[in-house]
């Protein structure tokens, strides 16, 4: 009978250690040639010619049968053989992120797309450049200032939460306990950097959390990643990087230009990385991520699970899914409770804003009325024709400030209901983002039928949902490469329609869009709760919202409950 706890090579710390030195050598070639496959490179940069390339084998006289020793072949990290998410991608000299995006979590629901962030989005306000503010003293200015240049990467992820997932990676490493199992696989993963081929300590090694992932996952542990979940290789190559200069000891890079942009590169690379994952794990609801973020775990279903088993494993495990369900619920509300307050704050802001304004606006145009009315008595006609135009510049200000209370009134508060022009209201919300719409050259559209449409209800659930839609169209509309762009505001049916030419929402994803934390921008700041909120207001107030893809491109539909 074979034992089931004999050590094999495999099991040996050295052999783990030597399959970590010859993964970079061989991801080199094997990513290059994805990456050529994929259209992303043009060409690839060759570290070795092929007579100076080798196989490393491995084997001890502590582990042998019958006093033969059997030398095995060193080969790469065998996590690499499956992944749930996998990012493959290279970062041009500007800093433009070049990718193709995979999941295969479920079989039944596997896929690929490519996937682009822009330098405008790696560099912008959302993420800060964080160079070491002392120049070592071993490095010249233009080294200290040096650029990164173009650069590959492989990233993939791991579920670690879910029965399926963790079988799976546990299956693809060798040892005698699941403990042992979990333990090689924490040494393993991380985000490594390769040079030439070779690994760059301490990236990954000795320093695991190098990029502070850790620290970042702590804000928001649903939409960020742990380096515990990675497995992940970054290829720099000579001459192209050696803006990265090594320390003398050998222990990591320098802080300098070159360095602190890979590091910022590589963080807006995971925060869209782990934004996909919770996306596609909230579209299948899958871990501790309920279907419906203020949905309530179901207690009586609990209860009778308990009175009708009296298996005791099963009873732990299903109190333990339970407890997690809970303990999820209530870290639901206590978000939901912050944004809450939040928001009450806003719109207590925004009340004194409006009646702060009524007294300057006043009395500015009341000077200016007195300045116009004693214009004449100026006898410079020179200097008096000055003094006349500039009061009427005045006064265009004077009117754009009323114009900006105008369209602050309806979100001082819910007061009464009455009747209103839902057009007039949108045309409200649009002013708030005329600089984009002039600055992006945004068409508004607002059908003439839409004049005649009156409502008596409530008018700020509309004002809220509309600045949300709008404000979403607005950010597609910037990306758009189209000549023209228009968002338009219409009437079908009595439902009210509001409609861009932006890019389609993913079919995959129209149902999720009013999710509670369910965002498909890229940027830092994007929280998912905007159209939450906006469902959320609208449904208490016996408003329903939905979004479909029409021929011109998304369409919200607002519509009187029955």
């Not at 992820?157 to 924490?186: C, F, M, P």
């Amino acid at each position: 009978m074979q034992n089931e706890n004999k050590t094999t090579l495999k099991d040996t710390t050295i052999y783990r250690s030597l399959s970590v030195l010859v993964t970079p050598l061989n991801l080199s070639n094997d990513i290059q040639n994805e990456l050529l496959k994929k259209s992303i490179i043009g060409e690839k940069k060759e570290i070795a010619q092929v007579e100076s390339t080798f196989d490393l084998f491995y084997s001890t006289n502590e582990i042998f049968e019958k006093g033969k020793i059997d030398f095995l072949k060193i080969k790469p990290i065998s996590l690499l053989k499956k992944f749930d998410y996998r990012l493959l991608g290279k970062i041009t000299r500007e800093g433009d992120i070049y990718s193709e995006f995979t999941c295969q979590r479920l079989e039944e629901d596997a896929f690929s797309y490519p996937f682009r962030i822009s330098n405008n989005e790696v560099f912008s306000s959302d993420f800060k450049r964080k160079k070491s503010k002392n120049k070592p003293i071993e490095l010249s200015e233009d080294e200290w200032n040096a650029e990164t240049g173009e650069f590959y990467f492989d990233i993939r992820i791991y579920d670690r939460g879910e029965e399926d997932s963790k079988n799976r990676l546990y299956n693809l490493v060798q040892a005698n306990s699941l403990s042992q199992k979990r333990k090689i696989i924490d040494n393993l993963l991380g985000l490594r950097i390769s040079k030439n081929g070779f690994g760059v300590k301490p990236y990954g090694e000795e320093s695991k959390d190098w990029l502070d992932l850790s620290q970042i996952r702590v804000q928001n542990p649903g939409q960020n990643l742990s380096v515990n979940q990675i497995l992940g290789y970054v290829f720099f190559y000579s001459p192209e990087n050696d803006g990265l200069k090594e320390k003398t000891n050998r222990e990591g890079f320098y802080s300098n230009k070159a360095f602190s942009d890979v590091k910022l590169i590589l963080r807006v690379i995971f925060k869209n990385l782990g934004q996909l994952r919770y996306n596609y794990r909230l579209r299948h609801n899958l871990g501790r991520i309920p279907k419906n973020k203020l949905q309530r775990p179901d207690s009586s279903l609990f209860l009778n699970f308990l009175h009708e088993n009296d298996n005791k494993g099963l009873i732990i495990k299903k109190t333990e899914e339970f407890v997690n369900e809970i303990t999820t619920a209530l870290d639901n509300m206590e978000d939901t409770l912050s944004f809450s307050q939040r928001l009450a704050s806003l719109g207590t802001g925004l009340e004194l804003v409006y009646h702060e304004l009524s007294q300057p606006i006043a009395k500015i145009g009341g000077s200016r009325a007195i300045l116009s009315k004693n214009s004449y008595k100026i006898t410079d006609n020179s200097v008096r024709e000055l003094f006349i135009n500039e009061i009427s510049h005045v006064g265009s200000y004077v009117a754009e400030l009323d114009e900006l209370k105008n369209s602050l009134k309806p979100a001082i508060g819910r007061s009464r209901e009455k009747l209103f022009k839902p057009n007039h209201t949108f045309k409200k919300v649009c002013y708030l983002f005329r600089k984009d719409f002039q600055e992006y050259d945004i068409k508004l559209l607002v059908h003439k039928e839409s004049e005649s449409f009156e409502i008596d209800d409530y008018e700020y659930p509309l004002w809220i949902s509309f600045l949300n839609i709008v404000n979403n169209a607005v950010y597609w509309l910037k990306l758009n490469i189209k000549s023209i762009k228009s968002i338009s505001f219409s009437i079908e049916n009595n439902n009210l329609i509001i409609q861009n030419n932006g890019p389609f929402i993913p079919e995959d994803s129209i149902d999720l869009i009013f999710e509670y934390g369910f965002t498909l921008k890229k940027e830092k700041n994007a929280t998912g709760l905007g159209l939450a909120f906006t469902k959320n207001i609208l449904n208490l107030n016996n408003w329903d919202i939905i979004a479909e893809n029409r021929e011109e491109g998304p369409t919200f539909i607002i519509s009187k409950s029955n």
